[in-house]
């Protein structure tokens, strides 16, 4: 049992029920990691469209230079689109830059995600991305009245740019109308049970007085600090805890002091959650 | 004092057992999960793929008695990331391509482009508008051409351009079957496609000045091309791909349209469903209009180079209009399939 989040709305958690009617609470990919995800892609496309040309170059000794700009003109057009709606529309549901970010296309009623939709979201990177850089390029190539009107149009289409750090759920226009929302799917392994008996003894009796000191916020605290296995804070804890259940220091390893508590611990805290006596910080039950 | 005595049977956290119970199955569907992911849904044999399901409800059910009964976080988190990786294959993965193609092109496509009549028929008046305008301003004055019209798009061709000249663009053939002026046309007419619908998205009024300009630009060069005589000529060398590609650009303001009326005036929806409905009607529109800019580029860049008599463009120009109109608002065998 996690604890109840107060803030669920303006974190990026978002309740997903599924069809089984379980609650997967999707995490929402932030603006940071998707602008990673989207500048990888980029920086893919323009090498491979540097390859293509190199070849083309190679290949067409003398019409190079025509080449090279029809592959830039259309190649940059082609890949632009069809990197984006070709990936997406797999299995995945992300480009290889989304990939690596851990990132994926979902839609927000949690349907199949369908090629339309794709699409659709694909399409609205013109204005999102493309036109703020055309405006850009005006801004850069010319001067007076039209570097004003360029002025103009970059901060109108800068608003469809950042449109994703306006709303709560970081959508992009793209998503909004074609109904997905970008969601971080990480990896994670099954990190090792703490509190499993180990094979290097018998563990410390704890007796319930040292037990009742702290409830499941202050537990989980304690897994986390026992994971990062960051000295200074394992031996600062254990004293702490020593100190307030009146155990001696008797000159053994904190670490292995703080496991046993924390093994001893578990095991008190959700015998007594099951009996229907949750204890969810060291003040007691939360009145809520 | 309280901790010094080992105990005879340390008591053992639940967590502990159920992750014993429960570990085997876990690890096998992430097994899975990883193959999945790195190589495809394919490369699961029959007996795994129906194993999958299974397993992600079992994920599931150990996730709700976990976030119940078990305080270890990493436990729960581990579930929770695994449950959400399987339920994206077990539901959230589209359809097979062939699938979701058949049933584009039988039914989506054509049912969505007839959804949009009204405003593809908006579209097409403003455009003939912006053409009419164009011209009148052209004919009425040459100088409206250079500010009209982009340098790169007028190619040469310009008012103070000689008949034989601009006769020369409409039938010169291009050695390299592609030239960079052909292939700066469809990139820029395919972007125009793409910013018509995007731009929808502010309330339309974007797209209407974009379907206008479009407009004023065609009916420039036609007052070019009618002072030297060549409208008949100019109709053929444009039709030949125009009537493709700029149906697709008409489709695809219409799409914009759509989804700016949605957001102007949701009706009795919110804002943002009605764009996502809104959205859902402009998915396989789109689509079909990418599809539509991929004929047209072919067309353009190689029926154009080999076909020159103007007969023969024209009979391509008008078969190409039948075929969409006939296949988008005549073709109904789609409407007796369910949706």
């Not at chain 2, 080992?6 to 008591?11: D, I, R, V, Y």
């Amino acid at each position: 049992m996690s604890l109840t989040r107060p803030h669920r709305h303006r974190s990026r958690t978002r309740d997903f029920v599924t069809p089984e009617g379980v609650n997967l609470r999707l995490r929402l990919a932030g603006g940071s990691e998707r602008a990673i995800a989207f500048a990888i892609d980029a920086a893919i496309i323009v090498v491979a469209l540097i390859t293509l040309t190199i070849l083309a170059s190679a290949v067409l000794s003398g019409g190079g230079g025509e080449a090279a700009a029809i592959i830039w003109l259309i190649g940059f057009f082609l890949l632009r689109n069809f990197w984006f709606i070709g990936f997406e529309s797999g299995q995945r549901g992300a480009t290889p830059g989304k990939r690596l970010m851990k990132l994926r296309v979902v839609a927000r009623d949690g349907a199949r995600l369908t090629g339309g939709a794709v699409v659709v979201r694909n399409a609205m990177r013109e204005i999102e991305v493309f036109l703020p850089l055309q405006f850009l390029a005006v801004e850069a190539a010319t001067s007076d009245l039209d570097a004003l009107i360029g002025l103009l149009g970059l901060a109108w289409s800068g608003l469809f740019l950042f449109f994703p750090l306006l709303n709560r759920d970081r959508m992009r226009i793209g998503d909004l109308l074609a109904g997905t929302w970008v969601v971080h799917v990480p990896e994670a392994r099954l990190l090792p049970d703490l509190a499993a008996t180990q094979d290097a003894g018998p563990r410390r009796h704890f007796d319930e007085r040292a037990l009742r000191l702290y409830g499941i916020y202050e537990l989980q605290t304690l897994e986390k600090v026992l994971r990062q296995g960051r000295e200074d804070s394992i031996s600062r804890v254990a004293a702490t805890i020593r100190a307030k259940a009146e155990i001696p220091d008797d000159g053994e390893d904190d670490a292995a002091f703080l496991n046993d508590y924390y093994a001893a611990l578990v095991a008190y805290l959700e015998s007594e959650l099951v009996m229907g006596r949750p204890t969810d910080t060291k003040h007691g039950r939360r009145t809520t | 004092m309280s901790a010094s005595l080992p105990a005879p049977a340390p008591a053992r956290a639940h967590s502990t057992l159920f992750r014993e119970a429960r570990e085997a199955e876990w690890m096998r569907l992430d097994a899975l999960l990883q193959r999945i992911e790195k190589r495809s849904i394919r490369s699961l044999s029959d007996e795994e793929l129906m194993a999958l399901p299974v397993l992600y409800r079992a994920a599931l059910s150990s996730l709700s008695i976990a976030r119940e009964t078990a305080l270890d976080a990493a436990l729960v988190a581990f579930l929770e990331q695994l449950s959400t990786r399987a339920y994206f294959h077990v539901y959230g993965v589209p359809e097979t391509g062939r699938a979701q193609l058949r049933r584009f092109f039988a039914a989506g496509w054509p049912r969505a482009v007839r959804a949009i009549v009204p405003e593809t028929l908006g579209a097409l008046v403003l455009s003939v508008m912006g053409a009419i305008l164009g011209f009148a301003m052209v004919t009425g004055d040459p100088a409206w051409f250079y500010a009209l019209i982009p340098e790169g798009l007028a190619g040469g061709r310009n008012p103070g351009a000689s008949a034989e000249v601009l006769r020369a663009a409409l039938y010169t053939r291009q050695q390299d079957g592609l030239s960079v002026f052909a292939a700066y046309l469809l990139t820029h007419n395919s972007q125009v496609a793409l910013f018509c619908f995007a731009l929808g998205f502010a309330f339309g009024a974007p797209t209407a000045l974009l379907l206008l300009y479009n407009g004023m630009i065609l009916g420039a060069f036609y007052a070019v091309y009618a002072k030297a005589g060549l409208a008949f000529e100019l109709t053929g060398w444009l039709m030949i791909h125009g009537t493709t590609e700029l149906f697709a650009i008409l489709l695809a303001g219409a799409a914009g349209f759509r989804i700016g009326r949605a957001i102007a005036f949701p009706g009795g929806m919110r804002r943002m469903d009605a764009a996502v409905v809104a959205g859902r009607t402009a998915g396989p529109v789109m689509g079909g209009v990418v599809i539509m800019l991929i004929v047209a580029g072919a067309l353009e860049g190689i029926g154009r180079q080999l076909v020159t008599a103007d007969g023969a463009r024209y009979a391509i120009a008008a078969g190409m209009l039948l075929l969409w109109t006939g296949y988008f608002y005549l073709w109904r065998r789609g409407d007796a399939e369910r949706r």
